[in-house]
């Protein structure tokens, strides 16, 4: 009993230690980290999972280690943002694998990155023919960056002399039945106000509300949770 109640006390420790950690780290989502992050927050995990399961290391040390561990992550973090170089080195830099229609072998050998690989990320981003990419560009994330042949490029209102309106920003006005206050005063609106719209469409109960924005031009869209 006393060791269940142990390994309890331990995996609260370090979920609260992994949770506060990770905040100060502020890391990416997933799909936005560099490799090296990856790995960084793999270790960390693992370190967090001994120390909440295995009884026979001392807590405290263990703990300790994960702080400096962390502590290493934040400093290496911060090195890569003041200095180039640092940065370099930690998270690698965009290489270019496709030009003007070719596949650069020798790019693509030295990242290990492989034709199949390529096809599939440039079919991800609309390009099904590899003629009609100008430059592809694995970047350190591991996503790829594309850009088409000027000719090849969806028509824009630039392209043919259009005149454009300006849209601006939309915020969110209330989310899952919630009023999004600072929202709301940012755009110098106040809740009486929400609640006023609201009531024009016959909605008294902010809980039937899914989510509720406002574009630049003051257009309020409503989504309930029941539409029928």
Not at 74 to 89: D, E, F, I, Q
């Amino acid at each position: 009993m006393a060791e269940i109640a142990e390994v309890l006390l331990r995996t609260l420790g370090s979920f609260l230690a992994i949770l506060i950690l990770t905040r100060l780290l502020n890391k990416e989502q997933v799909g936005q980290l560099t490799f090296y992050e990856y790995v960084t927050g793999i270790t960390i995990g693992s370190m967090a999972g001994t120390i909440a399961i295995d009884t026979e290391v001392k807590f405290l040390p263990d703990l300790l280690g994960l702080v400096l561990w962390c502590f290493l992550t934040y400093m290496m973090g911060y090195l890569s943002l003041v200095s180039r170089p640092a940065r370099k080195l930690l998270e690698g830099q965009p290489t270019i694998v496709v030009h003007n229609g070719k596949i650069l072998e020798e790019n693509m050998a030295k990242l290990r990155y492989n034709v199949d690989d390529l096809l599939m990320q440039l079919r991800n981003k609309n390009a099904f023919n590899l003629h009609d990419v100008e430059f592809a560009v694995l970047e350190p994330n591991g996503q790829l960056s594309v850009l088409l042949k000027s000719q090849k490029r969806p028509v824009t209102p630039e392209d043919l002399g259009l005149p454009t309106q300006y849209e601006g920003m939309s915020w969110d006005l209330i989310s899952d039945g919630e009023i999004l206050k600072e929202n709301l005063q940012k755009i110098n609106l106040t809740e009486q106000w929400l609640r006023d719209e609201l009531g024009k469409r016959g909605i008294f109960d902010l809980r039937e509300v899914l989510y509720a924005g406002i574009d630049s031009r003051g257009s309020l869209y409503i989504d309930k949770k029941k539409d029928h």
